[in-house]
Every structure is written in structure tokens, then in C-alpha cells.
């Protein structure tokens, strides 16, 4: 029972990691600028969909993560690989 409290402490204690991110800041978490983002959602060579908060355009950092571990696919192949219909 103390370890279990230990976590929860620990988690309490942590900072919060964000779950999505603008524009801007997903093309810097890339590595990229962000006109190169743009292009490359233009072009549908950026896998993951953003989603829109109310009028904000979000990026979820799990799929961006996920999609550069499978080394970027096309926006259409990384929809098949996901099981996504669109």
C-alpha cells in the first residue's frame, strides 16, 4: 500500500504534459517550420488530422509522435495503417 501512495504523490507532483499543440508549435516539435507544415498538409504528406477545439486547430502529440516513428507516411497510408475511413 505505501508504493501505491508513492505514485500517486509522484503523479500528483508532476507536471502536466500537454495533449495537443498549435500550428506553430507542432512544426517546432518536428523539427520543421511552419510553412513547411502547411505545405505538407497541402500536399497530404502530413499524416495526422488536426482537431478543432471550438475555432483553435489542434495537433494530439501522440498521433504527431506515433506518425514520426513510422517514419511519415503520406496522410493516405498513415490513415490505412490506423484503420481510419475518411
Known amino acids: 500500500m ?9 503523479a500528483v507532483g508532476a ?5 495537443a499543440a498549435d500550428h506553430s508549435t507542432t512544426a517546432h516539435l518536428i523539427g520543421i517550420s511552419p510553412s513547411h507544415l502547411h505545405n505538407l498538409e ?5 499524416g495526422p488530422v488536426p482537431v ?5 486547430k489542434r ?4 498521433e504527431v509522435t506515433a506518425w514520426i ?7 493516405a497510408k498513415w490513415q490505412a ?3 481510419e475511413a475518411r
Open 15 to 19: 507536471a502536466p504534459h500537454p495533449l
Open 69 to 75: 516513428a513510422a517514419k511519415c507516411p503520406a496522410r
Open 81 to 83: 495503417m490506423r484503420g
Open 59 to 62: 495537433y494530439v502529440i501522440a
Open 2 to 10: 505505501e508504493a501505491a501512495s508513492e505514485c500517486v504523490t509522484a
Open 42 to 46: 497541402a500536399t497530404g504528406r502530413m
Open 52 to 56: 478543432y477545439l471550438g475555432r483553435a
